[in-house]
């Protein structure tokens, strides 16, 4: 599968941005899909995952609450609605896929897509 994420931008503190990832190839659907996120001079940390059917994502505990990961099987493309954007989460934004369970470590995903900026003002 390949990966193709968009949507990042430069906002304000307080504002909402909307990501969005969208794959090729086949069996999207198969995958357990994931955000991640690296700021400059940091490790890649984990955001969200969700699973095959949409049902029991998993969130950061710094953005749990803010954030929402879905997706659609039927389009191949998972989202992840950021609200209440804070300076602290800049960083570029990675999507990822794995088939088997649902990881929150990097290094169990064998797909990534190629990031997209978001850069959040105070």
């Known amino acids: 599968v390949q990966l193709q994420a968009s949507g990042g931008g430069l906002v304000q503190a307080g504002d909402s941005l909307r990501l969005s990832c969208a794959a090729s190839?086949?069996?999207?659907?198969?995958?357990?899909m994931a955000w991640f996120r690296q700021a400059p001079g940091k490790e890649r940390e984990f955001v969200a995952t969700i699973s095959v059917s949409g049902s029991s994502p998993d969130y950061a505990n710094s953005v749990k609450g803010r954030f929402t990961i879905s997706r659609d099987n039927a389009k191949n493309t998972m989202y992840l609605q950021m609200n209440s954007l804070k300076p602290e989460d800049t960083a570029v934004y990675y999507c990822?896929?794995?088939?088997?369970?649902?990881?929150?470590?990097?290094?169990?995903?064998?797909?990534w897509g190629q990031g997209t900026q978001v850069t959040v003002s105070s």
């Open positions: 190839g086949r069996f999207f659907s198969s995958y357990n």
């Open positions: 990822a896929a794995r088939l088997g369970a649902a990881y929150t470590f990097p290094r169990y995903y064998a797909y």
